[in-house]
Structure formats: C-alpha cells, structure tokens
C-alpha cells in the first residue's frame, strides 16, 4: 500500500511540475510573440542601452526594468495596481502619462496588463545593469564647502613690510611660493578712482581728488583709512551695495513672465535693503529678517513693519500666474524660493534635485522636499488676483501701520469692487486708444475713426477719473505669513505636482547640517529655524558665500570663481585659508559688513596697480594668484549715475513709490504710455520692469531680473559703443557737461582743456597715446576761435565721454 500510495504522490507531483513548466513555457512564447516586439517598437527608442536613456530606466533587460528608474521599479510582479509601467501606459496620471507621443491603442495596453498579472516573465538576463547607490552623505562632507570653516593663523612672509592686512599674509604667500612679487600701488588718483566706484557707484569730486593725493604723499595709511570711513558712511554706500544685493534678490517692479504686471510697492524692500546696508545692519539679521520677517518678534511699530518689509524678498520673484494647474504654480513658485535661498545664500544649485537626486552635489530630492514643506506651509499665493484675468492668482499682500492688516482689509471689502472694475476697463481701453491713435495718424481724413477715437477717450478719462478718486490705498508690502495649518509635504515623482511620494519631514540639507541644530517647529513653517540654521555659525556654506561675493566686488573676481556655485561643479578656491579665515573673522565680528569692506578696502591687494610693470608675472591672463588688481568695466548703473552727476542733473536721495499709482496692467512695452518716466534719480531708484529694462541697462548687462545673479555678464558689442554716440540721454549730458567745464576755460589752449576735462571725468591727467589721438581732434574745434561754439563743445564733451568713460577701471 505504502509503494503504491508513494507512485501516486510521485506521479502527481510529476503532472504537477510538467504542467507548471508547460506554463512558463507558455508565457516566455508570449513574453517573444506579444511584449518583445511591443516594447522594441514603442519603448526602447528611449529605455534601452546605446540610447539616451530617459528617466534612468531601461527595458531592454529584466533587470533593467527590476532595479527601475527615479522613480523606482517598473513592475511588480502580479500587481497591476503597483505597477508604473501598467500606470503609464494606461494614461490617468498626466505626469506620468508614457509614451510621450500619444497613448497606446487599447489591445497593446491589454498585452502589457496581462504580461504583468502573468508575473512579468522575461527571459532578458543583463548582469551589467546594477542598482544604482544612493547619495553617500557622509561622503559628500569631505569635500571643501561642506567641511566645516577652520580660521588658520596668516602664513609668515618673506616680504614682511609689503602686507597692511592679514589677507595680504595670504595674498603674499600664494605669490612667494609661487616665485613671484605683486604688483606696484595703483597711483593715488587711480586709487581713490576704484574706491569711490567700488563703494559708492560714483566718481570722486575734483577737490577730493588733490585732497587725497596730497594726503596719501604724506602718509598713505592714514589717507586710504581716512577715504574709506568716508566713502562707507555716505548715503551712497548703500545705493551702490544695496544694488548688489538686488541682483541676488532677483529684484522687479514688475511680475515678468506671462503676465507682466506692476508690482505696486515692490520699492518699499528696496530702500529697505539701501538702508539696511548704510545702517549696516549685522547680515546674519538681514538675512534672519529675509526669510522670516513676519515671524520675528517686535517691540514698536516701525520695527514690525520692517521686519514684513524685509520678508518682501520670498515673494518679488517673477510667478507664471496664469497657470491654470494651481498645483503647479504653488510647486513653482517654490521650487523658485528654494532656488533663490541656494543660489543666492549657499551657493547650490538646489533646484536640480526637484525631479531626481542632484546629480553632482550631495542633495538628495528628499533634501530638497524637506526645503519645500517649509515653503508649502508658507503661504505666498492668495486667491484670485484682483484684476482682469480670472484665472490669476493674488499675492500675499500684509498692512503696514498701527492695525495694518485690519485696515487693509477693511479697504478691500470697501472699495473692491469698483476698483476693480475700473481696473478692468482701463486694462482694455489704454490699449484700445492707442491703437486708434495710430490709426488715425495714418488716416487723418477719416471722419468715423476720429469719432471712435474721441469716444474712447471720453470713456478712458472716465474710468481714470474713477481710479484717482478712490481713497489712497493703505500702506502695504508683498510679506508672505505662515498657512494654518503648517505640514511636511511628499516627494513630488519626477517633480509632477499631483504625483505623490513618501512624506519627508520639514528640514535642511543633509550634507551641512551638524548636531544640535535648529528643529522645525511643527507649529509653524519652519522659516524661523531654516534662518537659524543659515546664519548659524557651524553652517560651512552661508558666510564663506557672502564673503567670497565681497571679495568678488572689490577685486573683480571671488577667491571662488564660480561664486554662485560652491558644489562639485563650481571651482575650487584660489585661496581656501583665506577664505576660511574671512568667514571666520566675519562670523566672529558680528556678521559687520562694512567692517569687512574697511578691512578688505585698506588692504596692500587691494592698492595693487592693474598691470605687472616688471618681473616675472604669473602664466596666462587670469590672474589667479592676484599678482596685481583686476580691472572691470563700469556697470550701466555707474555710467548712467555719472553722466548725470556730471552734467549736474543728479537728484540725491531716496526716490518713494514709482508705480504704486498705476492700475494692475501689463507693462511688456515699458512704462512711458502709462505716464511713469525715468528721473534724475540714481539709477538703483529707476522701476526695474520685468521684460523691458532701461537701454543703457539692458546695452550693459544688467542681470536678468527674474533669477538671483552673484556675478554680471561681461560682454564687448558693438551697441555699448553706438550707445555712447547716439543715445538721446548721452547727447543731453555731454552737452550739459561741455558747457559746464569749458566756460571757465575761455581762451584756454586745448591742451589745457583737454587735461582738465580728462581730471574732470576719469579723475587723471591724459596719458600721451590719449593725447596723440584727441588732440587732433580738439585743434581742429578750436580753429579760428578762442572758444568753441556751444554746439561744438557738446560735441567734444561726448567724444570725450565715449572714449574715456567705458574704459576699464584701473
């Protein structure tokens, strides 16, 4: 019985095993007949080896599609309802939606589905395709900017009389180890020429000028110290280094993108940023009230107000309003937020890791959601935009004053309706008039078309009438606040708003973070803490950042080169224990940057000429071991603020509201047909419209408004020089300045006239190469009569001006 009990359990178990071998054999000839030839045709174009491989997914191998892409496995298995591929092909979720070209007709999905619930059999064996590791943070901290700073003491010198600063110690010794010896001090004029450009965004005055350079024969020390404490407490400082901020604050009077409208009281962070820098405000409170202003506690009125004010700098950024996928704006906007906090305060390129872990730097994506929970819990956005298009969406606006936001508010519910209606009709009939304007211009004799063109102004007056009627808004600033109900937010799937990963808790980035440091307060954003752990002195990136930007702008170029790039892909310091000991020393003295400035500004490197007159001097042209100063270009704003100060129209002090006044309409074609013109102003106070920048701005390389930029661009094309010879504005202030230094010098020769103009504009005598090639011109002027005419001097004064102020600053 046992022998015959045991063949019958043998026999079954033996149809059994045939029949499940039958079965894979079955569904390996329908994995060859039906999936082989569907995925050759449709997926392997861009998910097999020797192709671009999109998404780090390959389908040509079993292991391939095991080990998956970003966004993990492929296939489960069995499980449809897990399954990314049954996902895609079936095109429910539009982030996911593949292939890209068009979804798949119904019975080669049904193919892929019952592949699928068959257990994916596949044949496809490629022992090369691995998993892919994972970020190793730990690795990540070795390299230079993620260690934490370390202040070493300045290296001993042989030429130990050269150095006036500790830098100089670093400087000196790069060069002696090299075999080389710095450059000879820049004369005094020059000297005081790049100090006051370099502090103020301004040319010295005359009598400064032989003032100085009588000071500095005598004792040289006490004379740069003396100019630079001079130049630092003037308003200008902050109009000059408010600016460069404003390039990292990606700063706009307008939206820009899609829908380029006004932004009304965008000013207000402005000359809160110029006064901050003149105030010298510690930087580490800058930034804290940067990033969380609303949050900050306050004693008076003036200091709540200004902390809403600096907080400003997380909303100007330009927005795609128009978006209709609401999702994707909010994800937008703060993939932008987390762009402009590691560009402009880390040094990283944090937007990289949105869709994927970075692929160079050490930032996982979950890094980069940790940063996004913060600013989901933020609340930027808020509700539909108070203006013509529906499908817009209003920013974050707070009131400024005693009971600002309830005031505020108040107003809105008031007058809403009617402003926006007026809004409305003028948004459509400015661009309507001025149509009809043109047309009637080209068809003077058309009686209908000048009724049409009188009617729309008469109802254009009205509704501008209606709008200068309403009671003045209250004051008010763009300052974010914390949602309701803060929380951590989920890894967007390949960065696709609706497509949800796995929830990761509000934080920093992994690879600078040390024990100890600041948690989030569940309680609220985490904007407070994300400031704290910034400006916190074991943070490695934040001050050797904001130092290295220091140096680039008094030296031309950042011991960093790549200054808005501290990762893997940026360079390397020149100089790293200089840098480690800047940051230090800043940490150390409060965050002072005018301190920093006076010290860098005094310093023996700082003093060096831009050219190497004898010796041997470093190989190639880029001056890495800083054997002399570095000459730049005067920037748009330097050349526009010269002319007019030169030709006496510059207007100083702080300029208020420019577009504040203006209903909420595009402004793509610039600001004149709504009746805002440029003023005397300096050029900081000038709107910076999204789109359209001022000519000289734009000529000259004014960053591009709708991203945060620690370095301008350095071009040399041929509209700069047409600029100079042709703009209206040029001609108008050469003019002026002809007339106002050649008048005392009637019966002068051109000589004379010539090296007093030069004193006059670029702050030295002419050399003779300038001589040789401007006196000719200047005789030729001064033929057959002691003095020019007025119309010749205009133009004597703007040859001069071209050819001297686009110079190089020595």
């Not at 309802?81 to 996911?96: Q, T, W």
Request: proline letters at 7%; hydrophobic letters at 40%.
């Amino acid at each position: 019985m046992r022998r015959i009990a045991f063949a019958i359990t043998f026999l079954a178990f033996g149809a059994s095993t045939a029949a499940q071998a039958a079965d894979a054999s079955d569904d390996i000839a329908f994995f060859e007949s039906k999936i082989r030839p569907l995925l050759v045709s449709r997926c392997y174009q861009c998910h097999s080896k020797g192709e671009k491989m999109k998404g780090e997914l390959l389908l040509d191998s079993r292991n391939g599609w095991m080990i998956g892409g970003t966004l993990g496995p492929a296939i489960v298995p069995g499980d449809l309802d897990k399954s990314l591929l049954v996902e895609a092909v079936r095109y429910r979720d539009e982030d996911l939606a593949m292939p890209p070209k068009g979804r798949l007709p119904d019975h080669e999905i049904a193919l892929l589905e019952e592949w699928v619930r068959r257990g994916a059999p596949d044949p496809r064996i490629d022992e090369s395709v691995k998993a892919k590791e994972g970020i190793d943070i730990e690795a990540g901290r070795q390299f230079w900017s993620f260690r934490p700073i370390e202040k070493s003491a300045p290296p001993a010198v042989k030429n130990a009389d050269w150095p006036r600063r500790d830098s100089d110690r670093f400087v000196l010794a790069k060069l002696e180890d090299n075999r080389l010896a710095p450059a000879a001090d820049a004369d005094p004029a020059t000297l005081l020429r790049r100090l006051s450009y370099d502090l103020t965004g301004l040319p010295p005055a005359s009598d400064r000028v032989e003032s100085f350079v009588a000071a500095f024969a005598e004792h040289p020390d006490p004379a740069v110290a003396a100019e630079v404490d001079h130049l630092l407490a003037s308003e200008a400082f902050g109009e000059k280094w408010g600016r460069h901020w404003l390039d990292l604050a990606r700063y706009g009077d307008s939206n820009g993108s899609s829908f380029n409208v006004v932004t009304r009281s965008a000013w207000r962070y402005r000359n809160w940023v110029i006064e901050a820098m003149n105030a010298n405000l510690p930087i580490d409170q800058f930034i804290r009230m940067q990033i969380a202003g609303d949050l900050l506690p306050w004693e008076t009125q003036e200091e709540r107000d200004d902390n809403l004010i600096a907080a400003a700098y997380l909303m100007i950024g330009s927005k795609v309003l128009g978006l209709f996928d609401k999702d994707q704006l909010q994800m937008d906007v703060v993939d932008e937020q987390i762009e402009l906090v590691g560009k402009g305060l880390l040094g990283l390129t944090l937007g990289c890791a949105r869709c994927h872990d970075h692929k160079f730097d050490p930032v996982p994506t979950a890094d980069y959601y940790a940063l996004a929970g913060i600013f989901t819990s933020t609340r930027t956005l808020n509700g539909r935009i108070k203006g013509p298009l529906e499908d817009e969406s209003d920013v974050m606006i707070r009131g400024l004053g005693p009971g600002g936001d309830e005031l505020l508010r108040a107003f809105l519910e008031k007058h809403r309706h009617d402003w926006e209606k007026s809004e409305d009709k003028l948004y459509g009939l400015r661009p309507q008039v001025a149509r009809l304007e043109r047309e009637a211009g080209e068809n003077p004799g058309d009686a209908k078309l000048a009724a049409e063109l009188e009617k729309k102004r008469a109802e254009l007056a009205k509704y501008e009438a209606m709008w200068r009627s309403f009671p003045e808004l209250p004051a008010w600033v763009y300052s974010p606040m914390d949602e309701a109900e803060p929380a951590d937010t989920t890894i967007r799937v390949r960065g696709g708003p609706t497509a949800h990963g796995d929830v990761v808790p509000r934080g920093f980035l992994q690879v600078a973070s040390w024990d100890g440091q600041p948690l989030v307060n569940p309680e609220q954003s985490g904007r407070l803490e994300l400031a704290e752990w910034l400006v916190a002195p074991e943070n490695p990136l934040t001050a050797r950042v904001f130092v290295n930007r220091v140096w680039q702008k008094l030296f031309g170029e950042g011991i960093v080169r790549s200054v808005d790039n501290f990762g893997v892909r940026g360079e390397t310091p020149t100089h790293p224990e200089l840098l480690d000991f800047l940051a230090s020393d800043f940490v150390g003295n409060g965050w002072d940057l005018k301190a920093l400035i006076r010290d860098l500004a005094t310093s023996r490197a700082y003093r060096m000429a831009a050219t190497v007159e004898s010796g041997p001097t470093e190989p190639g042209i880029e001056n890495r071991l800083l054997q002399h100063q570095n000459r730049r270009r005067l920037e748009p704003e330097e050349i526009r603020d010269t002319l007019l100060l030169l030709s006496g129209r510059l207007e100083r002090g702080p300029r208020g509201a420019v577009v504040d006044h203006l209903p909420l309409t595009e402004v793509n074609d610039g600001l004149e047909d709504k009746g805002v013109v440029e003023t005397n102003h300096r050029t900081v106070y000038q709107p910076v419209i999204r789109n359209t920048v001022m000519d000289v701005m734009e000529i000259f390389d004014f960053p591009n408004p709708a991203m945060p930029t620690g370095q301008r661009a350095r071009t040399t094309v041929a509209p700069q020089a047409l600029y100079l010879m042709n703009s209206p504005f040029v001609q108008e202030t050469t003019a002026e300045l002809g007339h106002r230094l050649m008048d005392p010098w009637a019966g002068s020769t051109p000589e004379a006239v010539l090296e007093t103009i030069f004193e006059q504009v670029i702050c030295r005598p002419p050399t003779t190469a300038e001589m040789n090639v401007l006196m000719p011109y200047f005789e030729k002027q001064f033929e057959g009569d002691p003095m020019p005419s007025p119309h010749d001097r205009a133009k004597m004064a703007q040859a001069l001006v071209a050819s001297t102020l686009f110079q190089y600053l020595d």
